[in-house]
Protein backbone atom coordinates (compact mmCIF):
# COMPACT_ATOMS: atom_id res chain seq x y z
CA UNK A 1 0.00 0.00 0.00
CA UNK A 2 1.19 2.87 -1.26
CA UNK A 3 2.50 5.78 1.92
CA UNK A 4 1.89 9.17 1.39
CA UNK A 5 3.66 12.42 2.56
CA UNK A 6 2.22 15.11 4.48
CA UNK A 7 1.47 17.93 1.80
CA UNK A 8 1.75 21.66 3.24
CA UNK A 9 -0.89 23.49 1.50
CA UNK A 10 0.34 27.41 1.11
CA UNK A 11 -3.17 28.43 2.28
CA UNK A 12 -5.25 31.43 -0.18
CA UNK A 13 -3.46 34.94 0.53
CA UNK A 14 -7.14 36.34 0.70
CA UNK A 15 -8.64 34.19 2.75
CA UNK A 16 -5.65 34.06 5.46
CA UNK A 17 -5.28 37.93 5.69
CA UNK A 18 -9.04 37.85 6.24
CA UNK A 19 -8.78 35.61 9.35
CA UNK A 20 -5.69 36.99 10.45
CA UNK A 21 -7.81 40.32 10.42
CA UNK A 22 -10.27 38.93 12.31
CA UNK A 23 -7.77 37.45 15.28
CA UNK A 24 -6.55 41.19 15.49
CA UNK A 25 -10.38 42.73 15.39
CA UNK A 26 -10.95 40.18 18.42
CA UNK A 27 -7.54 40.57 20.48
CA UNK A 28 -7.54 44.82 20.31
CA UNK A 29 -10.94 45.74 19.08
CA UNK A 30 -10.25 47.50 16.18
CA UNK A 31 -9.44 46.58 12.80
CA UNK A 32 -5.92 46.39 11.46
CA UNK A 33 -4.18 49.06 9.60
CA UNK A 34 -2.93 46.43 6.99
CA UNK A 35 -2.27 43.19 6.57
CA UNK A 36 1.25 41.81 5.14
CA UNK A 37 3.11 38.98 3.70
CA UNK A 38 6.52 37.60 3.13
CA UNK A 39 7.57 34.77 1.16
CA UNK A 40 9.36 31.88 2.59
CA UNK A 41 12.25 30.41 0.25
CA UNK A 42 14.33 27.69 -0.87
CA UNK A 43 17.26 28.41 -2.75
CA UNK A 44 17.82 26.44 -6.07
CA UNK A 45 21.83 26.10 -5.92
CA UNK A 46 24.92 28.52 -4.33
CA UNK A 47 24.33 26.84 -0.41
CA UNK A 48 26.55 28.59 2.36
CA UNK A 49 28.16 31.26 -0.47
CA UNK A 50 26.17 34.62 0.66
CA UNK A 51 28.46 35.06 3.53
CA UNK A 52 31.75 33.74 1.39
CA UNK A 53 31.27 36.11 -1.53
CA UNK A 54 29.93 34.14 -4.06
CA UNK A 55 26.69 33.97 -5.57
CA UNK A 56 23.38 32.00 -5.25
CA UNK A 57 19.83 31.10 -6.36
CA UNK A 58 17.16 31.06 -4.54
CA UNK A 59 13.59 31.40 -5.62
CA UNK A 60 10.25 32.25 -3.07
CA UNK A 61 7.34 29.95 -1.94
CA UNK A 62 3.86 30.11 -2.36
CA UNK A 63 4.17 29.76 1.78
CA UNK A 64 4.40 32.81 3.42
CA UNK A 65 4.54 34.68 6.81
CA UNK A 66 1.50 36.97 7.16
CA UNK A 67 1.22 39.88 9.58
CA UNK A 68 -1.41 42.03 10.59
CA UNK A 69 -0.60 45.35 12.32
CA UNK A 70 -2.02 48.00 13.48
CA UNK A 71 -0.18 51.80 15.35
CA UNK A 72 -0.54 52.72 19.07
CA UNK A 73 -0.44 55.93 20.32
CA UNK A 74 2.65 54.81 22.77
CA UNK A 75 6.10 53.53 22.00
CA UNK A 76 4.75 50.00 22.94
CA UNK A 77 4.61 46.76 20.37
CA UNK A 78 2.28 43.52 21.36
CA UNK A 79 3.21 40.44 19.65
CA UNK A 80 0.91 37.68 19.43
CA UNK A 81 0.80 34.13 17.10
CA UNK A 82 -2.05 32.38 16.17
CA UNK A 83 0.56 29.97 16.49
CA UNK A 84 1.58 30.21 19.77
CA UNK A 85 -0.68 31.34 22.55
CA UNK A 86 2.55 33.49 24.30
CA UNK A 87 2.22 37.26 24.19
CA UNK A 88 5.40 39.65 24.16
CA UNK A 89 5.02 43.71 24.42
CA UNK A 90 7.85 45.93 25.36
CA UNK A 91 8.95 49.32 24.93
CA UNK A 92 11.09 50.31 21.63
CA UNK A 93 12.59 52.55 23.59
CA UNK A 94 14.38 49.54 25.88
CA UNK A 95 15.02 47.00 22.96
CA UNK A 96 18.78 46.81 22.32
CA UNK A 97 20.92 43.42 20.90
CA UNK A 98 20.76 41.13 23.69
CA UNK A 99 17.45 42.45 25.32
CA UNK A 100 14.71 39.95 23.97
CA UNK A 101 15.03 36.30 23.12
CA UNK A 102 13.41 33.62 21.22
CA UNK A 103 10.34 34.44 18.49
CA UNK A 104 10.15 37.91 19.58
CA UNK A 105 13.86 38.93 18.43
CA UNK A 106 13.36 38.52 15.17
CA UNK A 107 10.32 41.18 15.08
CA UNK A 108 12.27 43.65 17.97
CA UNK A 109 15.27 43.34 16.08
CA UNK A 110 13.76 44.41 12.97
CA UNK A 111 11.97 47.64 14.57
CA UNK A 112 14.93 48.41 16.44
CA UNK A 113 17.35 48.13 13.35
CA UNK A 114 14.99 50.66 11.76
CA UNK A 115 14.85 53.02 14.18
CA UNK A 116 18.22 53.00 14.00
CA UNK A 117 18.58 53.68 10.16
CA UNK A 118 15.89 56.69 11.00
CA UNK A 119 12.77 55.01 9.95
CA UNK A 120 10.00 56.64 12.42
CA UNK A 121 8.63 53.16 13.68
CA UNK A 122 5.64 53.60 15.87
CA UNK A 123 3.97 51.32 18.47
CA UNK A 124 2.52 48.57 16.86
CA UNK A 125 0.35 45.62 18.07
CA UNK A 126 1.13 43.29 15.95
CA UNK A 127 -0.10 39.38 14.90
CA UNK A 128 1.29 37.17 13.16
CA UNK A 129 -0.10 33.98 11.11
CA UNK A 130 3.26 31.60 9.98
CA UNK A 131 2.56 29.17 6.64
CA UNK A 132 6.14 28.72 6.39
CA UNK A 133 7.16 25.30 7.87
CA UNK A 134 9.49 26.48 10.98
CA UNK A 135 12.77 24.70 11.29
CA UNK A 136 12.32 23.22 7.68
CA UNK A 137 15.70 25.53 6.31
CA UNK A 138 12.68 27.51 4.57
CA UNK A 139 13.81 31.12 6.00
CA UNK A 140 10.61 31.38 8.04
CA UNK A 141 12.48 33.78 10.43
CA UNK A 142 13.08 36.31 7.11
CA UNK A 143 9.73 35.74 6.27
CA UNK A 144 8.69 37.10 9.69
CA UNK A 145 11.28 40.00 9.28
CA UNK A 146 10.52 40.84 6.09
CA UNK A 147 6.25 41.06 6.65
CA UNK A 148 6.70 42.70 10.29
CA UNK A 149 9.16 45.45 7.74
CA UNK A 150 6.65 46.24 5.84
CA UNK A 151 3.96 46.39 8.21
CA UNK A 152 6.84 48.90 10.74
CA UNK A 153 7.35 51.01 7.45
CA UNK A 154 3.93 51.21 6.30
CA UNK A 155 2.40 52.28 9.58
CA UNK A 156 5.53 55.23 9.53
CA UNK A 157 4.35 56.40 6.73
CA UNK A 158 7.15 55.27 4.03
CA UNK A 159 6.77 54.22 0.66
CA UNK A 160 8.33 50.49 -0.37
CA UNK A 161 10.53 52.38 -3.21
CA UNK A 162 13.59 50.79 -4.17
CA UNK A 163 15.82 52.37 -1.59
CA UNK A 164 13.10 51.43 1.21
CA UNK A 165 13.75 47.89 -0.09
CA UNK A 166 17.49 48.28 0.19
CA UNK A 167 16.57 49.66 3.75
CA UNK A 168 14.48 46.51 4.81
CA UNK A 169 16.93 44.11 3.32
CA UNK A 170 19.72 45.63 5.24
CA UNK A 171 17.44 46.02 8.78
CA UNK A 172 16.15 42.59 8.52
CA UNK A 173 20.20 41.09 8.46
CA UNK A 174 21.06 42.92 11.13
CA UNK A 175 18.16 42.12 13.13
CA UNK A 176 18.96 38.38 12.57
CA UNK A 177 22.75 39.13 13.24
CA UNK A 178 22.88 41.21 15.69
CA UNK A 179 19.75 40.60 18.16
CA UNK A 180 19.20 37.05 17.22
CA UNK A 181 22.46 36.02 16.98
CA UNK A 182 22.33 34.31 13.50
CA UNK A 183 25.19 34.72 11.36
CA UNK A 184 23.45 34.68 8.47
CA UNK A 185 24.48 36.32 5.05
CA UNK A 186 21.58 38.46 3.57
CA UNK A 187 20.13 35.81 1.28
CA UNK A 188 17.17 34.99 2.64
CA UNK A 189 16.10 38.56 3.09
CA UNK A 190 17.03 39.57 -0.50
CA UNK A 191 14.69 36.76 -1.73
CA UNK A 192 11.95 37.32 -0.03
CA UNK A 193 12.27 41.17 -0.64
CA UNK A 194 12.64 41.08 -4.50
CA UNK A 195 11.55 38.04 -5.58
CA UNK A 196 9.33 37.74 -9.05
CA UNK A 197 6.98 35.26 -10.42
CA UNK A 198 8.37 32.16 -12.19
CA UNK A 199 11.53 33.49 -11.98
CA UNK A 200 14.82 33.32 -9.58
CA UNK A 201 16.88 35.65 -8.03
CA UNK A 202 20.75 35.62 -8.86
CA UNK A 203 22.36 37.04 -6.04
CA UNK A 204 26.12 38.07 -5.76
CA UNK A 205 27.20 38.91 -2.83
CA UNK A 206 30.84 40.20 -3.81
CA UNK A 207 29.40 43.16 -6.01
CA UNK A 208 25.55 43.57 -4.32
CA UNK A 209 24.33 42.31 -8.10
CA UNK A 210 21.25 41.22 -8.42
CA UNK A 211 19.30 39.78 -11.51
CA UNK A 212 16.28 38.03 -12.14
CA UNK A 213 16.87 34.53 -14.55
CA UNK A 214 13.74 32.41 -15.70
CA UNK A 215 12.76 29.77 -13.79
CA UNK A 216 10.19 27.22 -15.71
CA UNK A 217 10.45 23.93 -15.15
CA UNK A 218 6.98 22.86 -16.46
CA UNK A 219 8.13 24.22 -19.84
CA UNK A 220 10.73 21.14 -19.70
CA UNK A 221 7.73 18.96 -17.78
CA UNK A 222 9.27 18.94 -14.56
CA UNK A 223 8.46 20.23 -11.16
CA UNK A 224 10.29 21.20 -8.50
CA UNK A 225 9.52 19.79 -5.45
CA UNK A 226 10.49 20.10 -1.55
CA UNK A 227 10.70 17.89 0.79
CA UNK A 228 10.55 18.65 4.70
CA UNK A 229 12.31 16.00 6.59
CA UNK A 230 10.48 17.07 9.97
CA UNK A 231 14.43 17.57 11.61
CA UNK A 232 14.57 20.44 13.01
CA UNK A 233 17.21 22.99 11.67
CA UNK A 234 18.28 26.43 14.03
CA UNK A 235 21.23 28.96 12.30
CA UNK A 236 21.64 30.05 16.12
CA UNK A 237 23.02 26.63 17.33
CA UNK A 238 26.50 26.63 16.69
CA UNK A 239 27.37 24.79 13.68
CA UNK A 240 26.34 27.36 11.35
CA UNK A 241 28.71 29.35 12.60
CA UNK A 242 31.16 26.98 13.04
CA UNK A 243 31.49 26.68 9.00
CA UNK A 244 31.53 30.57 8.62
CA UNK A 245 34.83 30.97 10.67
CA UNK A 246 36.13 27.73 8.97
CA UNK A 247 35.58 29.18 5.49
CA UNK A 248 37.16 32.40 6.85
CA UNK A 249 40.02 30.37 8.63
CA UNK A 250 40.52 28.65 5.01
CA UNK A 251 40.72 32.35 3.33
CA UNK A 252 43.19 33.62 5.65
CA UNK A 253 45.07 30.64 5.72
CA UNK A 254 45.24 31.27 1.95
CA UNK A 255 46.13 35.15 1.85
CA UNK A 256 42.62 35.32 -0.11
CA UNK A 257 39.75 37.71 0.12
CA UNK A 258 37.56 35.13 -1.44
CA UNK A 259 37.55 31.77 -1.85
CA UNK A 260 35.37 31.81 -4.84
CA UNK A 261 37.10 31.46 -8.13
CA UNK A 262 40.06 29.24 -6.55
CA UNK A 263 41.16 25.91 -8.54
CA UNK A 264 42.99 22.46 -7.03
CA UNK A 265 46.06 23.99 -7.34
CA UNK A 266 45.79 27.51 -4.68
CA UNK A 267 43.13 24.46 -2.75
CA UNK A 268 46.37 21.95 -2.35
CA UNK A 269 48.29 24.78 -0.15
CA UNK A 270 45.71 24.15 2.50
CA UNK A 271 47.33 21.93 5.34
CA UNK A 272 44.41 21.65 6.77
CA UNK A 273 42.13 18.97 5.18
CA UNK A 274 38.97 20.25 6.98
CA UNK A 275 39.44 23.48 5.67
CA UNK A 276 41.03 22.37 2.38
CA UNK A 277 37.08 20.85 2.08
CA UNK A 278 35.37 23.67 3.14
CA UNK A 279 37.48 26.02 0.68
CA UNK A 280 36.84 23.27 -2.16
CA UNK A 281 32.82 23.74 -1.15
CA UNK A 282 32.95 27.27 -2.10
CA UNK A 283 34.71 27.42 -5.01
CA UNK A 284 33.43 24.72 -6.83
CA UNK A 285 29.64 25.75 -5.65
CA UNK A 286 30.34 29.31 -6.85
CA UNK A 287 31.06 27.44 -10.44
CA UNK A 288 28.11 25.28 -9.91
CA UNK A 289 25.64 28.34 -9.85
CA UNK A 290 27.50 29.59 -12.86
CA UNK A 291 26.60 26.49 -14.85
CA UNK A 292 22.90 26.67 -13.46
CA UNK A 293 22.21 30.32 -14.75
CA UNK A 294 23.84 29.76 -18.28
CA UNK A 295 21.72 26.76 -18.69
CA UNK A 296 18.32 28.85 -17.55
CA UNK A 297 19.10 31.39 -19.52
CA UNK A 298 19.86 28.86 -22.71
CA UNK A 299 16.55 27.67 -21.61
CA UNK A 300 17.64 24.81 -20.74
CA UNK A 301 16.58 23.44 -17.18
CA UNK A 302 17.14 19.98 -16.96
CA UNK A 303 20.73 20.58 -17.73
CA UNK A 304 20.53 22.10 -13.83
CA UNK A 305 19.90 18.56 -12.49
CA UNK A 306 23.48 16.93 -12.00
CA UNK A 307 24.90 20.25 -10.98
CA UNK A 308 21.99 20.81 -8.40
CA UNK A 309 23.20 16.48 -7.49
CA UNK A 310 26.56 17.69 -7.32
CA UNK A 311 25.72 20.17 -5.22
CA UNK A 312 24.48 17.73 -2.56
CA UNK A 313 27.51 15.80 -2.94
CA UNK A 314 29.60 19.30 -2.25
CA UNK A 315 27.38 19.55 0.74
CA UNK A 316 27.71 16.36 2.34
CA UNK A 317 31.62 15.72 2.38
CA UNK A 318 32.97 18.94 1.95
CA UNK A 319 31.18 21.58 4.01
CA UNK A 320 30.18 18.66 5.65
CA UNK A 321 25.89 20.38 6.85
CA UNK A 322 23.84 17.44 5.21
CA UNK A 323 22.74 14.46 7.63
CA UNK A 324 21.37 11.43 7.14
CA UNK A 325 17.93 11.95 6.73
CA UNK A 326 18.38 14.80 3.74
CA UNK A 327 20.90 12.09 2.22
CA UNK A 328 18.17 9.36 1.87
CA UNK A 329 15.32 12.32 0.86
CA UNK A 330 17.97 12.55 -2.14
CA UNK A 331 18.95 9.25 -3.14
CA UNK A 332 15.34 7.78 -3.04
CA UNK A 333 14.56 10.62 -4.96
CA UNK A 334 17.05 10.05 -7.48
CA UNK A 335 16.70 6.50 -7.10
CA UNK A 336 12.82 7.31 -8.27
CA UNK A 337 13.33 8.95 -11.42
CA UNK A 338 14.04 13.03 -10.11
CA UNK A 339 16.71 14.34 -12.89
CA UNK A 340 18.72 15.80 -9.89
CA UNK A 341 18.38 16.63 -5.99
CA UNK A 342 20.42 18.66 -2.98
CA UNK A 343 19.36 19.94 0.08
CA UNK A 344 18.46 23.25 0.72
CA UNK A 345 19.25 25.97 3.51
CA UNK A 346 21.76 26.05 6.01
CA UNK A 347 21.38 22.21 6.21
CA UNK A 348 21.75 19.93 9.64
CA UNK A 349 18.25 19.27 9.12
CA UNK A 350 15.37 20.99 7.23
CA UNK A 351 15.06 20.45 3.47
CA UNK A 352 15.91 18.61 0.05
CA UNK A 353 14.35 20.10 -3.53
CA UNK A 354 14.12 17.30 -6.14
CA UNK A 355 13.94 18.48 -10.03
CA UNK A 356 11.24 15.68 -10.94
CA UNK A 357 9.16 14.74 -14.66
CA UNK A 358 5.84 15.59 -13.62
CA UNK A 359 4.74 11.99 -14.32
CA UNK A 360 6.86 10.97 -11.48
CA UNK A 361 6.30 13.42 -8.77
CA UNK A 362 3.70 11.02 -6.92
CA UNK A 363 6.20 8.23 -7.42
CA UNK A 364 9.25 10.17 -5.92
CA UNK A 365 6.74 11.53 -3.40
CA UNK A 366 5.48 7.90 -2.12
CA UNK A 367 9.48 6.43 -2.95
CA UNK A 368 11.01 9.32 -0.06
CA UNK A 369 7.73 8.67 2.42
CA UNK A 370 8.46 4.59 2.29
CA UNK A 371 12.14 5.20 2.96
CA UNK A 372 11.54 7.18 6.03
CA UNK A 373 8.89 5.12 7.10
CA UNK A 374 11.19 1.75 7.08
CA UNK A 375 13.34 3.96 9.03
CA UNK A 376 10.63 4.93 11.82
CA UNK A 377 11.59 8.28 11.12
CA UNK A 378 7.96 10.41 11.04
CA UNK A 379 6.69 10.83 7.34
CA UNK A 380 8.44 14.12 5.46
CA UNK A 381 6.16 17.21 3.98
CA UNK A 382 6.10 17.83 0.65
CA UNK A 383 5.50 21.72 -1.04
CA UNK A 384 4.63 22.51 -4.28
CA UNK A 385 7.32 25.21 -5.27
CA UNK A 386 6.03 27.50 -7.68
CA UNK A 387 8.25 30.42 -8.38
CA UNK A 388 6.41 33.37 -6.43
CA UNK A 389 6.27 37.03 -5.68
CA UNK A 390 7.98 39.27 -3.38
CA UNK A 391 6.50 40.45 0.28
CA UNK A 392 3.97 42.66 -0.43
CA UNK A 393 0.47 44.57 1.08
CA UNK A 394 -2.24 41.91 1.03
CA UNK A 395 -5.05 43.99 2.67
Known sequence: MPIRPDVVPPGSPAAVADALGDTFSDFHGRPADGVFAAPGR???????????GGRCLPVALPHACYVAAGRRPDDTVTLRSRQSSTVWEGRLADVTPGSVDGFAAYVAGVLWALREDGVDVPGLDLVVDGHVPLGAGLSSSAALEVAVALAACDAAGADLDDALRERVVT??????????????????????TYARADHALLVDFATGARRQVPWDPASAGLALLVVDTRVQHSLSDGSYGDRRSEAEAAARGLGVDSLVGLDETALSRLDDAVLRRRA??????????????????GGDVTAAGPLFTASHVSLRDDYEVSCEELDVAVET??????????MTGGGFGGSAVALV????VVIVEEAVARAFHDRGWDLPGVLEAPASPAAHRVR
Open 280 to 297: RHVATEDARVGAVVEALD
Open 333 to 342: ALAAGAVGAR
Open 42 to 52: VNLIGEHLDYN
Open 357 to 360: PTER
Open 171 to 192: ACMRAENDVVGAPTGGMDQAIA
